[in-house]
Every structure is written in C-alpha cells, then in structure tokens.
C-alpha cells in the first residue's frame, strides 16, 4: 500500500507542477502536502497511522494539488458544474473546506485515542470538532496574511470569486466535515485502530 500511495502523490504532484495557471498559488497551495509527506516519513515507524487515515490523507493532498494546479476558482470540472446548475461560482474551494474539516478530524481523533488523551466519547467528539475548527480558523488567517504579502497572487489563493462572507462559510464547511467524518467513520476508524494495535 506505501508504494502505491506514493506513487498516486508524487504523480499528483509532478502533475500539478507542470505549468500551473500561478507558481505562487501552486507553491502555497501544495505546501501542505509536502509539510504532510514530511511528517508521515518521521513518523512512519514510531507511530503508524490506519489504513483509513493515509488513504483520506492522500485524497485531501489531492485535492490541495488540483486546487494548486488550476487555482480553486477555476478547476474546470466545478466550473461545468456551476454552469450546468446556473451556480454563481466555481465551488471547488468548497469541498478543499469541507474535506478540510472531515481529513483532520480522523487524524486528531487517531492521535487522542491511541495515546489515551481524552477520556469519554462525547468529550473526545467536541476537542476533536474544536481542533479542526481551529486549523480552519488558523489557515484563514494564512491566506489572510499571504493576500498582504502577496499582493497580485491573493485572489488566486483565497479564491473568494467576490462572495463577502468566504471566510465564515469556510469554517463552516470545516466544521461539517469535521462533523462527518465522526458520524460516519468513527466504528469503522475504531476497528482499524485495533488492527494497528494488534499490529496487522
């Protein structure tokens, strides 16, 4: 599965590099995916994941890298989508929010149970909802220090296409995500965390 894995991310990848509509936006946008790729090196053997978290962790670095290749305002498979359904606006950075709340809360709700941070279901759920709002809230105010730094190359990577509340609607889509992933995955999650234990 590793080599696989690897080779869906750096395919990705080399691809998304290959004459990106802007080199800034691409380098921002795929800096978390290499951030990721580095971390999962150092921790591979000190602290396997489930199978289930690198595989939502290889699609979220996707989605990062089409989002980088295209800018998130102009992926053409979500701009079909929005002229076949009269939308205003290309909704691509939607699901990079959405997927930004549901991926990250597998991960930190792995980390907790594994080494016994939080004790009781119902509290793990609300730190979990609570961490994955602030990396929301954290990457917002990212992109909102890049806009000033950068200048020309914000609109491309806030992708913002005009619609004033972006940032608060943003946050939501973390916080679904956050809430889905929980609701859908967390029985299914809790097995693979006893196949990691038992060393499989």
């Known amino acids: 599965m590793r080599n696989l894995w690897l080779i869906i991310f750096f395919a990705t990848l080399v691809w998304s590099g290959i004459h990106p509509k802007d080199f800034l936006?691409?380098?921002?946008e795929v800096m978390p995916a290499l951030v990721g790729l580095v971390v999962l090196a150092a921790?591979?053997?000190?602290?396997?994941?489930?199978?289930?978290?690198?595989?939502?962790?290889?699609?979220h670095c996707v989605i990062l890298m089409v989002g980088?290749?295209?800018?998130?305002?102009?992926?053409?498979?979500?701009?079909?989508i929005r002229d076949w359904?009269?939308?205003?606006?290309?909704?691509?950075?939607?699901?990079?929010?959405?997927?930004?709340?549901?991926v990250p809360a597998i991960i930190a709700r792995e980390i907790l149970i594994r080494n016994a941070?939080?004790?009781?279901?119902?509290?793990?759920?609300?730190?979990?909802?609570?961490?994955?709002?602030?990396?929301s809230a954290f990457y917002e105010l990212i992109e909102w220090w890049v806009a000033i730094?950068?200048?020309?190359?914000?609109?491309?990577?806030?992708?913002?296409?005009?619609?004033?509340?972006d940032t608060q609607s943003?946050?939501?889509?973390?916080?679904t995500g956050a809430?889905?992933?929980?609701?859908?995955?967390?029985?299914?999650?809790?097995?693979?965390?006893?196949?990691?234990?038992r060393g499989e």
Not at 25 to 28: A, S
Not at 170 to 175: G, H, R, S
């Open 25 to 28: 936006t691409w380098l921002l």
């Open 43 to 59: 921790t591979r053997h000190k602290f396997p994941l489930t199978s289930l978290t690198y595989v939502l962790i290889l699609f």
């Open 68 to 80: 980088g290749h295209y800018t998130y305002a102009e992926v053409p498979l979500f701009d079909w």
């Open 85 to 102: 359904f009269g939308l205003e606006r290309n909704n691509y950075d939607k699901v990079g929010h959405l997927v930004q709340g549901f």
């Open 117 to 135: 941070i939080v004790v009781g279901r119902g509290w793990l759920s609300f730190i979990v909802v609570c961490i994955c709002l602030a990396i």
């Open 149 to 165: 730094m950068s200048g020309e190359s914000a609109e491309a990577f806030l992708g913002t296409q005009g619609y004033i509340w």
């Open 170 to 175: 943003d946050m939501l889509y973390a916080l």
């Open 179 to 197: 809430i889905l992933a929980l609701v859908l995955l967390s029985k299914f999650h809790d097995r693979q965390m006893k196949l990691v234990a």
